[in-house]
């Protein structure tokens, strides 16, 4: 990498280094690295518990892959991916409670018996019992409503603060709207007291590991898929509409067609993020999909590194745990510590933790250069 | 026909809310472009105030009338000093500022709730403001409602008078519509700025003050107004005072009528959907100004 | 560029490998196979202390209830220390934030029993997260004191439910009401499990005791525009309301209520989520002499309530007014300390074991367990609500009421 001898002409090169032979293998080794960390070393020193807080936390870094796709690469800052994480989760859940009705030999959810209208299952939850059918949904619902929508939007032009407002006002919408139907999605309480997961029992530990691996390997196949998005030429031209909306579509392309796909891959990858979330955690609601879970949907990666895989991921899984573990120590000071976290990463340093190094560096070439000038 | 008449009123002071709260974006977002999460914090700045002011001010009425222009310096204080801070580091960047003001809230919410104690807390409305006026017919106008409704117009019509005659308003309209161009002319922009968003933050503590009358006093309460804020300006179109205004009666009707035949519930997504559906059609909201992009 | 991505690809093909293997070995018990395989609670009862765990939300939205619900419970902690503890062993209190979310509720209950290894656990407000912890603490055994009033039907055997259910606070505000001659009613309440519950209860009711209901409507949680539905009551004609609004949104209401010109003497409102901290954040401008069901005021007469509140406001502050879900946590620890004694063990089943017919004299009077449904008998009280804020008794049901969450003993709730 760069050497302690500094020039103007070196900071340039920092941004972009050559690739050497040692860089080549970096990005594998580190992704190796934390496969091995993740798959192997993980479930042996954690205990049960721990392990299932971190199947929770790797939930929302599969979220932050792709709004690091969205955001950091594309500039769509997507304020509503608690829709896609509750899509998914919903999917999925309604497919787990129907699975475990039928194995008590019940034909109603346990909430529609004791809340429900009607002694029928409401004809949009019927499919549902089709275990692929809902695995295909859990994905595909959230894919296809984020295609609308960013049709629609993008088609129009709409952009920037607009579309964040948009998606929160979507969030809001949802949110509402499962609450209002009580009978048929559980109301504020969700759907809870799920059992079973494709016929293995959530409550024995064993099967609460074989939920912690799912999820480590779909988040390292969803990485290393980013990964390749982002290097490949429509990974060039996602952050060419980032930077510059109008040039791109001067040189003949169409940006609302490439937004939209980083927008519904990043969709996609939310919805599976729910659909994993609910046997791990046992449990999906509107709490998890209004406007403030959709922001911090964001936050974790704002904070390592909206534009960095590797800093969102660890952003979303670092922020996930002091909120866990520093909220109950501190409530109040959490809640401080949390907003200057926000102004601090987001506003005095953008590229998150994740460009940290790449700052000091700068700085201390800075001042080493404005030391000369004195 | 009563029916229809009690609704039109409820709707246009539903409307009148609507128009107060988001009266300071139509300056802070609107014209300056700014996305600050912790306007609804203001708000709730001045609704403290009212509660502080009557710890000593004991006749409400008197407290309600001095709390308004106290409210309006606390809360437009609070936004010069927020501007002056941070988001003036940050006009290049709208969407981080959506963020960081984002956590500027959390951390007045939390602030709040230190010092105030995380309960809600009341206020004594004045007696006047507590009853209504009947028309006969089984017509009745609520007068907190009509103290709101004025109060918003009221500051529609100032607000209106600074923008359009004055050397200052004369200013603020130069720097919306070009930046470059109203610097090189001699205009300090960044004292443009920071007194825009000092009368901008200022209406959100007008706003608060007027609230006490209608609801909550609590950490949060500013939460349950930010998003709503938001829409009536991005319908309204940026820049322009007319479009809120008319966008927030709208809302507000639509609202009560649609609340009034099925539930509030679906009222509240049908109005979201109406809004997305809306921005379909006029992607840059009712009016809009010629301006430089906002993002 | 191209060996970057086949060095990447073959590193994929191990990684799913790895994966794959790791989660093929690792099939565990089957579904409908016998789950009591699961570990149970695994409390740690060695030491000198033993740990208990206060569940509540100490920040976002609902810490506004659920601080003063953690007050209480840790009164009772150390009042019961302070006179030798149970068992011989000192009490230790282990605070989790539930965050007002429910997926963090499950979290930190596992936390508490997994990690902390607790012999009991208080605590939980809303529905929503008890029904997010409850297979938690079903999966290991571990033993929950909810202390709020409920929406009912529910019966876990690791849940102890110290709040009224619905037989012993709605039921006798309708037989109160009907008394009263106010037989129509307008409900309103806010869109979540407990009041629409309510309402079906109360429909089922006014059906069988030829009581009207005109209209029914519900708000999202925390809303605060009520103008709407003000006009609906308004123009309802109904005798009273029957609120069950939670939270901000009582606020709103009743200032809208107020200045619509509805008086409490006009169509009284009947309150089952307002308490003596909700009164002191509306005020009394817009409550006075409005109605509320609850099992314990701040008022009730008795030593024993006395003493409770001179501890509390010792504790917390003169102002601090106590309330129904206070003191139902407040008892929740000595009802358990009772259990274990009689149990002679913290063991889960012995405890349960004894819990029946033990008899406490608690605050709200005499409340008694019932081992069949693990909730309490409980006096069911209708106040008012006076000039100073304080809720005063107008009625009360004479004696406790026996528990019946499903309402089975009531002909006319069969079909619910």
Redesign the interface.
């Known amino acids: 990498m760069t050497t302690s001898t500094t020039s103007p002409a070196k900071k340039v090169s920092v941004a972009q280094p050559p690739v050497s032979p040692l860089e080549r293998f970096r990005v594998p080794a580190a992704f190796l690295a934390g496969a091995v960390l993740l798959l192997g070393i993980a479930p042996l020193v954690l205990s049960d518990f721990r392990l299932n807080l971190l199947a929770k936390y790797l939930c929302y870094a599969i979220v932050a892959v792709g709004v690091s796709l969205a955001w950091g690469r594309g500039g769509l800052l997507v304020l509503g991916q608690g829709v896609f994480f509750g899509l998914g989760g919903y999917a999925m859940a309604m497919h787990l409670k129907l699975a475990d009705a039928a194995d008590t030999g019940q034909a109603l959810p346990d909430f529609m018996q004791l809340y429900g209208t009607s002694d029928a299952l409401p004809w949009w939850w019927k499919p549902f019992a089709n275990p692929a059918f809902a695995l295909a949904m859990t994905v595909v619902l959230p894919m296809a409503v984020a295609a609308l929508l960013g049709f629609l939007v993008f088609r129009r032009r709409v952009k920037g603060a607009y579309f964040a407002i948009l998606s929160q006002a979507l969030a809001a919408a949802l949110s509402i709207w499962l609450i209002g139907q009580q009978a048929t999605t559980g109301g504020t309480n969700g759907l809870t007291d799920i059992q079973g997961f494709f016929g293995y029992s959530l409550n024995d530990p064993v099967n609460q590991r074989m939920v912690y691996l799912i999820i480590v390997v779909v988040l390292l196949l969803l990485m290393a898929a980013a990964r390749q998005l982002f290097v490949s030429r429509y990974g060039e031209l996602l952050v060419a509409v980032r930077d510059c909306e109008e040039r791109v579509r001067f040189l003949g392309y169409n940006p609302a067609n490439v937004k939209l796909i980083a927008y519904v891959v990043a969709a996609g990858m939310a919805g599976l993020a729910g659909a994993l979330f609910v046997p791990a955690v046992g449990i999906i609601s509107p709490a998890l999909i209004g406007i403030v879970p959709s922001i911090g949907f964001v936050i974790g990666a704002a904070v390592g590194g909206r534009a960095s895989l590797v800093g969102a991921v660890l952003g979303a899984i670092a922020v996930a745990w002091a909120q866990s573990t520093l909220s109950d120590a501190f409530p109040a000071a959490w809640t401080y510590a949390q907003g200057l976290l926000f102004i601090v990463a987001v506003g005095f340093l953008p590229g998150g933790l994740a460009s940290l190094p790449t700052v000091v560096r700068n700085r201390r070439t800075t001042t080493a250069r404005s030391g000369e000038a004195a | 026909m009563t029916v229809i008449l009690n609704q039109s009123f409820t709707g246009i002071s539903i409307g009148a809310v609507l128009l107060l709260i988001a009266l300071g974006l139509t300056l802070t977002f609107g014209q300056m472009g700014v996305i600050n999460m912790a306007h609804g914090e203001f708000i709730m700045a001045g609704a403290y105030t009212t509660y502080v002011l009557q710890k000593s001010i004991s006749s409400a009425g008197v407290s309600l009338l001095v709390a308004l222009p106290v409210a309006f310096l606390v809360a437009g204080a609070m936004g010069a000093l927020l501007e002056w801070l941070l988001i003036r580091r940050l006009y290049t960047r709208p969407l981080d500022t959506l963020l960081v003001t984002w956590g500027v809230s959390l951390m007045l919410q939390q602030l709040a709730r230190d010092v105030f104690g995380a309960p809600n807390v009341q206020t004594h409305a004045p007696d006047l403001l507590t009853g209504n006026i009947s028309l006969g017919g089984g017509i009745t106008l609520a007068n907190n409602r009509l103290f709101i409704l004025g109060l918003a117009l009221l500051c529609v019509l100032g607000l209106t008078l600074i923008l359009r005659l004055t050397p200052l308003g004369r200013r603020v309209r130069a720097v919306v519509q070009n930046r470059d161009l109203a610097e090189v002319s001699g205009i300090a922009t960044e004292r443009v700025d920071r007194t825009t968003f000092f009368i901008g933050s200022g209406l959100a503590g007008v706003a608060g003050v007027a609230l006490t009358l209608v609801g909550p006093i609590g950490p949060t309460m500013g939460t349950n107004y930010i998003v709503d804020a938001f829409l009536v300006v991005v319908v309204g179109g940026i820049g322009q005072l007319k479009g809120s205004v008319i966008t927030a009666f709208v809302l507000g009707v639509l609202q009560s009528v649609l609340e009034y035949s099925t539930t509030v519930s679906v009222a509240k997504v049908a109005v979201l959907v109406a809004i997305v559906a809306f921005l379909q059609w006029r992607p840059q909201g009712l009016y809009t100004l010629r301006t430089r992009s906002l993002a | 560029?191209s060996?970057?991505?086949i060095?990447?690809r073959g590193?994929?093909a191990?990684?799913?490998a790895?994966?794959?293997s790791?989660?093929l070995s690792?099939?565990?018990?089957?579904?409908?196979?016998d789950?009591s395989?699961?570990?149970g609670a695994t409390a740690d009862t060695s030491g000198s202390t033993v740990k208990v765990g206060l569940l509540n939300s100490?920040?976002g939205?609902m810490?506004?209830s659920e601080?003063t619900v953690h007050n209480a419970l840790l009164l009772a902690v150390k009042e019961i220390n302070a006179a030798g503890g149970v068992l011989g062993k000192k009490l230790k209190p282990i605070?989790?934030?539930g965050?007002s979310?429910?997926?963090?509720f499950?979290?930190?209950a596992?936390?508490l029993i997994?990690?902390d290894e607790v012999v009991a656990t208080f605590g939980c407000w809303?529905?929503?997260s008890r029904?997010?912890v409850?297979?938690?603490f079903e999966?290991y055994k571990s033993l929950l004191f909810y202390p709020v009033q409920y929406e009912g039907?529910e019966q876990s055997p690791y849940i102890f439910y110290i709040g009224a259910t619905t037989n012993q606070q709605i039921v006798p505000a309708l037989d109160y009401l009907k008394k009263q001659g106010l037989t129509k009613l307008y409900l309103v309440g806010s869109?979540?499990?407990f009041p629409?519950?309510a309402n079906k209860i109360i429909k089922a009711y006014a059906k069988a005791n030829g009581m009207e209901v005109l209209g029914e409507?519900?708000?999202?949680?925390?809303?605060?525009?009520f103008?709407?539905?003000t006009?609906?009551v308004k123009?309802s004609g109904a005798d009273a309301v029957f609120n069950t609004l939670n939270g901000?949104s009582n606020?709103?209401f009743f200032?809208?209520y107020?200045?619509?010109?509805l008086t409490a003497k006009k169509m009284p409102v009947l309150s089952v989520s307002i308490a003596e901290?909700e009164v002191?954040?509306?005020?009394t401008?817009?409550l006075q002499d409005q109605l509320t069901a609850w099992n314990y005021y701040q008022t009730t007469p008795g030593a024993a309530n006395e003493t409770f509140v001179k501890a509390y406001q010792a504790a917390y502050g003169a102002g601090k007014p106590t309330s129904d879900p206070m003191e139902a946590a407040y008892i929740s620890v000595y009802l358990w300390k009772a259990m274990v004694e009689k149990a002679g063990s913290f063991d889960v089943a012995k405890v349960r074991a004894a819990a029946d017919g033990i008899v406490l004299d608690a605050p709200e009077g005499k409340v008694t367990v019932d081992g069949a449904t693990q909730h309490v008998y409980k006096t069911a009280r209708i106040g008012k609500v006076g000039s100073d804020g304080l809720i005063t008794e107008v009625w009360n049901s004479g004696k406790p009421v026996k528990p019946d969450p499903y309402l089975k003993g009531y002909s006319w709730a069969s079909g619910l």
């Open positions: 560029m060996g970057l991505s060095s990447r590193l994929l191990g990684v799913s790895i994966g794959a790791a989660a690792a099939c565990g018990a089957k579904t409908g196979s789950t395989s699961g570990s100490l920040s939205t810490a506004i601080v605070s989790q934030d965050a979310d429910w997926p963090t499950a979290e930190k596992e936390a997994k990690n809303t529905s929503a029904k997010a409850k297979p938690v999966r039907l869109d979540y499990v629409r519950t409507d519900y708000a999202p949680l925390g809303s605060t525009e103008s709407t539905i006009n609906k123009d901000d606020v709103a200032k809208e107020k200045s619509a010109g901290e002191k954040s509306i005020g401008q817009y």
